[in-house]
């Protein structure tokens, strides 16, 4: 089911609108934020609320899909629902505040950053944009491009523990890897 421009952006906003209570931050992505003139599906990045968020957003999904739509994926990190009365698919990215990866009785790990810039980036796509330019800036420079992540600076020894981790926000995720933003319109190849 494809929606003109105007009609997903209307829909996508009442979708925000609804998931706020449980959210510190809601952003639309996808084909709306690069203003195609017709969209297939809503994207929206979230941010939940740290303590609330969580115990909330499982109700407000069940409501954008009562009593017509469906719960099609309900990970941690994604879902994917069909809205109730439409049926327009809307998939909902899940950023996180930061966490620690690899911790255990030996080493502290390293830290990952809160994420909510990397996945505006990627979840705005488009995905040819993603594979030709952020995947090629980023190996041009000895980096990786984690569509979860962001930008992964490896280390100097083993590169398996990452020196930085840029994920937070993604103009700066832009200015490392082109050296200035590229507004989502221009996303396309």
């Known amino acids: 089911m494809s929606l003109p421009l ?3 952006r209307k829909l996508a906003d009442k979708v925000v609108e609804e998931l706020l209570p449980a959210c510190e931050r809601v952003e639309i992505a996808g084909s709306i934020r690069r203003e195609r003139p017709e969209c297939g599906d809503i994207d929206l990045v979230l941010l939940p609320h740290a303590r609330t968020g969580e115990v909330l957003l499982p109700d407000l999904v069940k409501r954008l899909i009562y009593p017509d739509g469906k719960l099609e994926t309900d990970g941690r990190a994604a879902k994917r629902l069909r809205l109730r009365k439409n049926g327009v698919q809307c998939d909902l990215w899940i950023a996180h505040h930061g966490m620690h990866v690899g911790a255990d009785m030996f ?6 950053p809160p994420n909510f810039g990397a996945l505006m ?5 488009s995905m ?4 030709n330019r952020l995947i090629t800036a980023a190996k ?7 569509p979860v992540q962001g930008i992964v600076i490896p280390g100097p020894t083993d ?7 840029v994920s937070e926000d993604e103009a700066e995720i832009f200015r490392r890897l082109f050296g200035s933003w590229i507004t989502p319109n221009k996303r396309e190849t």
């Open 6 to 8: 105007t009609q997903a």
């Open 107 to 112: 080493s502290s790990g390293y830290l990952v």
């Open 121 to 125: 980036a990627t979840y705005t796509g």
């Open 128 to 131: 040819s944009h993603n594979i």
């Open 140 to 146: 041009r420079q000895g980096w990786k491009w984690s």
């Open 159 to 165: 590169g398996a523990s990452p020196v930085e981790i």
